[in-house]
C-alpha cells in the first residue's frame, strides 16, 4: 500500500509535465515566424559605408528596368512595370548569408503592415530548389523570386543582402537602401506610407541594429 501510494501521485506528476512540455512545444510551433525565429545577432557583421549610401541615393526617380519572371511556384511576377497596380518593395537575399536570416522577420512585419497597399518581392541569387527551401523554411509571405545568374541582382545595383528598393506605380525608383538599421526602418516606414498614401502608423525595429547595416555580398562584390 506505500509503494502505491507513492508511485501513483509520482505518475499523476510526470504525465502533468509531458503534457505541459507538450502544449508548450505546441504553441512553439504554432508561433508566426517573426516572433519565433531564433536571431543569430543583432549586431552588424558589414557596416553600410558612405559609398554605398551615395550609390543608393542617385537612383533615386530614376527608371527602373522591367523584369516578368517565374517565382519559386512558377506565378510570374512582373518587377518595376510601368504600369503598377501598387508600388512595389523588392529586396534581395543572399543564399546562406546569416545576415539574411537576421533581417527576414523584420522584412516579415513591413509586409504585414503594407499588405494589399505595397507589393512585396523578395530576389534571391540562389537556384530555384534553394529559392524554394528558403521560401519553406522562412514562411515567405510574398514571392520569392531565384535569379542564381545575377540578373535581376546586377540590373538594381544590389552589392548586397538587405538590400532593397522601393519602385513608385510608374516604374521608377522611389527610394533605394543599402541596407537595414533602426533608423532606416523607420525611413522605410515612412517612404512606404508616403507611396502608398496611408496614414504613417509606428513601427516596431524590435531587434534591429542601431549602427547601419548591410549583408553578405554577392560573387564577385567587394564591401570593404
Known amino acids: 500500500m506505500k509503494l502505491r501510494a507513492i508511485t501513483i501521485p509520482l505518475g499523476c506528476l510526470f504525465a502533468c509535465l509531458g503534457g505541459l512540455v507538450w502544449i508548450q512545444a505546441r504553441a512553439r510551433s504554432e508561433t508566426p515566424y517573426s516572433d519565433s525565429v531564433n536571431i543569430i545577432t543583432s549586431q552588424p557583421r558589414h557596416l553600410i559605408t558612405s559609398q554605398m549610401l551615395a550609390e543608393t541615393d542617385a537612383v533615386h526617380n530614376t527608371l527602373e528596368r522591367s523584369f516578368k519572371v517565374p517565382d519559386v511556384t512558377g506565378k510570374q511576377v512582373e518587377l518595376a512595370s510601368p504600369q503598377a497596380v501598387r508600388p512595389q518593395f523588392v529586396y534581395f537575399v543572399v543564399d546562406g548569408c546569416p545576415c539574411s536570416f537576421d533581417a527576414e522577420p523584420l522584412f516579415h512585419d513591413m ?4 499588405k494589399g497597399k505595397v507589393d512585396f518581392v523578395s530576389v534571391t541569387n540562389g537556384d530555384l530548389p534553394k529559392a524554394k527551401l528558403w521560401n519553406a523554411e522562412l514562411s515567405v509571405p510574398y514571392p520569392v523570386i531565384p535569379d542564381p545568374k545575377l540578373e535581376i541582382i546586377h540590373a538594381y545595383g544590389a552589392k548586397a543582402a538587405i538590400y532593397c ?9 522611389a527610394k533605394m537602401w543599402p541596407g537595414y538599421s533602426k533608423d532606416l526602418l523607420l525611413e522605410m516606414n515612412h517612404e512606404m506610407s508616403k507611396i502608398a498614401g496611408v496614414v504613417e502608423q509606428p513601427f516596431d525595429t524590435k531587434y534591429a541594429p542601431i549602427t547601419k547595416a548591410t549583408g553578405c555580398a554577392f560573387a564577385n562584390v567587394d564591401l570593404k
Open 165 to 173: 528598393v522601393l519602385v513608385a506605380r510608374n516604374g521608377h525608383i
Open 111 to 114: 509586409y504585414k503592415r503594407f
